[in-house]
């Protein structure tokens, strides 16, 4: 079942910051965050690891909630460079690597 | 030189036609993958390979058959496709099948069933 991301779709002004949110009705065993720009491949941002700690690539970082089964992207200070389509992946106990992607938030970053 | 490349970038074909979709990584990883990503859906997993043995096939209809010849090259073969499978085809790869090995995406392949 794939994971549920909210909200669908955001508009910032350049500086302005902004969640994304994952939920899960399963156990998961980690989060992944990837972001896609038009026309390009998804790009992978970082994992988050169930008992581990809050990660960050550049001003973004991120946090996973096991007790809710749900992790939160945290875009600071957001830069024109942030655009894109910003999809989790979640990864369940014993699933290894075959990640189940939610349906992607698309993020716009105007001047 | 991009670490996963794939050809061609956009395909139109015909439902009764043949044809190949190719990904090839450079980064010396272990595992490749297929997914599809279709308008207003998920990007769903199709096929996952490690050391070039199939591991995962996600209930992918038979028109879609895939090829891992060596751990860098990855096929995907296409036979009388619908047109509900127009859609971008991405390969991924990544060090190992397993658990915290991010995913590297090819740019995809944008295929139109006609």
């Known amino acids: 079942q794939q994971p549920v991301q909210s909200p669908q779709a955001v508009i910032l002004r350049e500086g302005e910051d902004a969640v994304i949110n994952c939920s899960s009705s399963?156990?998961?065993?980690?989060v992944h965050w990837y972001r896609q720009k038009h026309g390009e491949a998804p790009v992978f941002l970082m994992i988050?690891?169930?008992?581990?700690e809050q990660m960050r690539h550049e001003k973004i970082s991120a946090s996973f909630n096991e007790k809710k089964q749900q992790s939160s992207l945290y875009l600071t200070a957001s830069q024109l460079s942030y655009s894109g389509t910003y999809f989790c992946?979640?990864?369940?106990?014993?699933?290894?690597?075959?990640?189940?992607f939610g349906g992607g938030t698309r993020l716009m970053v105007k001047p | 030189e991009t670490g996963v490349t794939q050809t061609p970038r956009h395909l139109v074909m015909g439902m009764t036609n043949k044809k190949s979709l190719k990904c090839e990584q450079h980064?010396?990883?272990?595992?490749m993958y297929w997914y599809k990503q279709s308008a207003k859906k998920p990007l769903e997993l199709m096929f996952v390979?490690?050391?070039?043995?199939?591991?995962e096939n996600n209930s992918v209809p038979s028109r879609f058959s895939p090829e891992c010849p060596n751990s860098s090259h990855l096929f995907l073969h296409l036979h009388t496709l619908q047109p509900e499978d127009s859609a971008l085809y991405l390969c991924?790869?990544?060090?190992?099948?397993?658990?915290?090995?991010?995913?590297?995406f090819g740019n995809g392949t944008r295929l139109t069933v006609t």
């Open positions: 991924a790869s990544s060090q190992e099948a397993d658990y915290n090995s991010p995913l590297h």
């Open positions: 399963k156990a998961l065993y980690s």
């Open positions: 988050l690891l169930k008992g581990g």
């Open positions: 992946g979640t990864e369940r106990a014993y699933a290894g690597n075959m990640l189940t």
């Open positions: 980064l010396g990883h272990n595992a």
């Open positions: 390979y490690s050391l070039e043995e199939r591991v």
